[in-house]
Nanobody
Framework: QVRMTESGGGLAQAGGSLRLSCAAS????????MGWFRQAPSEERKFVAD????????DYADSVKGRFAISMDNAKNTVYLQMNSLKPEDTAVYYC????????????????WGQGTQVTVSS
């Protein structure tokens, strides 16, 4: 069983920064990818960023390109999301997840999920 634990959420002002972390415990076999999604109230869960286990491949949603950066410490099975130039529209619950195959932007591609961490950006 793989368990995902997020941390680092909180309150930030517009233009500020936050860094999210997500540690995966348990054995993960084979090449994998770790991703971040977010879900605002009354909205569907949306893709934010994704990274390969080696860190060599990353993908971003257009809405966060140039502002957010995903990174991986595969020795620790931990993924980070550095969020800069935050906007009020970035307010959401942020989830990390693990996938082994499939479309990086589709929640259904991910096998394991964390419980989520709230990010609130004030204007």
């Amino acid at each position: 069983q793989v368990r995902m634990t997020e941390s680092g959420g909180g309150l930030a002002q517009a233009g500020g920064s936050l860094r999210l972390s997500c540690a995966a415990s348990g054995r993960i076999f084979g090449p994998y990818y770790m991703g971040w999604f977010r879900q605002a109230p009354s909205e569907e869960r949306k893709f934010v960023a994704d990274i390969s286990w080696s860190g060599s491949t990353t993908d971003y949603a257009d809405s966060v390109k140039g502002r957010f950066a995903i990174s991986m410490d595969n020795a620790k099975n931990t993924v980070y999301l550095q969020m800069n130039s935050l906007k009020p529209e970035d307010t959401a619950v942020y989830y990390c997840a693990v996938r082994f195959r499939g479309d990086y932007s589709a929640p259904s591609s991910y096998a394991y999920w964390g419980q989520g961490t709230q990010v609130t950006v004030s204007s």
